[in-house]
């Protein structure tokens, strides 16, 4: 379940309307959508040419035994232990239903880090304690893995109401966005590569298998996506997952309720938020299960829209071994959900099998 501790701050369009929204260019139009920028250097995103070269090269595990991988969220464990296969060990080190944006790991998890070869982490300042930890703890001749960094650039990271330019953390949440996520499998699958030579061969056939299965994903999205109204692809979320996703797909994130602040949003900002979705003709809103909403149900009762509280960040659907707990069956589950909750026809994403390309042994911490 969720962390506790979990506060209730608004994050609307609105506010950014009203020019709250520190260096996103202050909006000067009257529109009541999509309020922040999204950079143009993410048109048209492609992984860049040198994704396959990141990391060190080694002779082999430091153990001489198999490869030791720790990763932090579990969407980026999945698609890691996907690329290692049968080849290496896998450990997420973030349970899966917290707030990764607020974890802070036990001393414990330093001992993981300090047997391991290689750390993944997301970055861009999603699981900065964590990685400040890998940074710490893992041996001389280990590595902690930016995968954010290497996936965008400075110029392609978005900044919005909930992640505002003055408070210096870009949204972190590329793996939404499906080149991103493949984009996260070519690095693994080099990192990996120049780690273990012994099962480079291995790594890399797997990362493109997982890059191949995104990439019928994300076609499947294109054709689900076009079966709903053009005025219909918005999303107001519990948060702010979607940004890079909506940029994409050429979707508009509305706003987004994050859970992160003690405050109650005002009736007034709820009142302002109430409007926009009446304005904005959306026929959902969007919540999670994980952080239930009083607030979204709120809205949607008082905007006359349904209230769909089933979408996820980072919490992959079922339990560790289930058929899609996996980063595929967590991105096809809000996918469907979206779909089918704005009016459109989901089945070609219905049809999506998100089962793994290799069986997947990784430890995920509940
Ligand atoms: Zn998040």
Same mark, same amino acid.
């Given at each position: ?191 990996? +590569?120049?780690?273990?030579? +012994? ?75 109430? +409007? ?91």
């Amino acid at each position: 379940m969720a962390t506790m501790g979990v506060r209730l701050a608004l994050l609307v369009a609105a506010a950014v309307l009203a020019g709250f929204a520190a260096g996103c260019g202050r909006s000067t139009g009257a529109a009541a959508s999509g309020s922040y920028n999204v950079p143009a250097a993410l048109k048209n995103y492609v992984c860049p040419a040198d994704a396959t070269s990141v990391g060190a090269t080694r002779s082999g595990p430091r153990t001489g035994g198999r490869l030791q991988v720790a990763t932090t969220v579990a969407p980026i464990t999945s698609i890691v232990a996907e690329v290692a296969g049968d080849k290496a060990d896998v450990r997420g080190v973030i349970p899966e239903g917290t707030d990764s944006h607020t974890f802070e790991p036990k001393p414990s998890v330093a001992e993981t880090f300090s047997k391991a070869d290689v750390v993944f982490v997301n970055g861009l300042h999603l699981e900065d304690p964590t990685k400040t930890l890998a940074a710490r703890n893992v041996p001389k001749d280990g590595q902690v893995v930016d995968l954010g960094d290497h996936t965008i650039t400075p110029a392609q990271q978005i900044y919005d109401f909930s992640f505002p330019r003055a408070g210096g953390k870009p949204n972190p949440h590329l793996w939404t966005n499906p080149p991103m996520a493949a984009c996260y499998a070519v690095i693994a699958g080099g990192v990996l +590569a120049k780690a273990d030579p +012994a099962n480079a061969a291995s790594y890399r056939a797997n990362a493109q298998a997982v890059k191949a299965r995104i990439d019928d994903l994300d076609q499947r999205f294109e054709t689900a996506s076009a079966t709903v109204a053009p005025a219909h692809r918005k999303l107001l979320t519990y948060h702010d997952a979607y940004a890079y996703f909506a940029a994409h797909y050429g979707w508009t994130v509305i706003g987004a309720i994050q859970v992160s602040s003690f405050e109650d949003p005002t009736p007034k900002e709820v009142a302002r938020l109430i +409007a926009q979705v009446k304005a904005e003709k959306v026929p959902a809103i969007f919540g999670s299960e994980v952080f239930p909403s009083k607030v979204l149900a709120q809205i949607g009762t008082e905007a006359g829209v349904r209230y769909v509280d089933t979408l996820r960040d980072d919490d992959l659907p079922g339990r560790p071994g289930d058929h899609d707990h996996s980063y595929l069956g967590l991105m096809k589950a809000d996918y469907v959900t979206m779909i089918s909750s704005l009016g459109g026809n989901a089945d070609a994403l219905r049809t999506f099998d998100a089962a793994d390309v290799t069986p997947d042994r990784a430890v995920y911490p509940q």
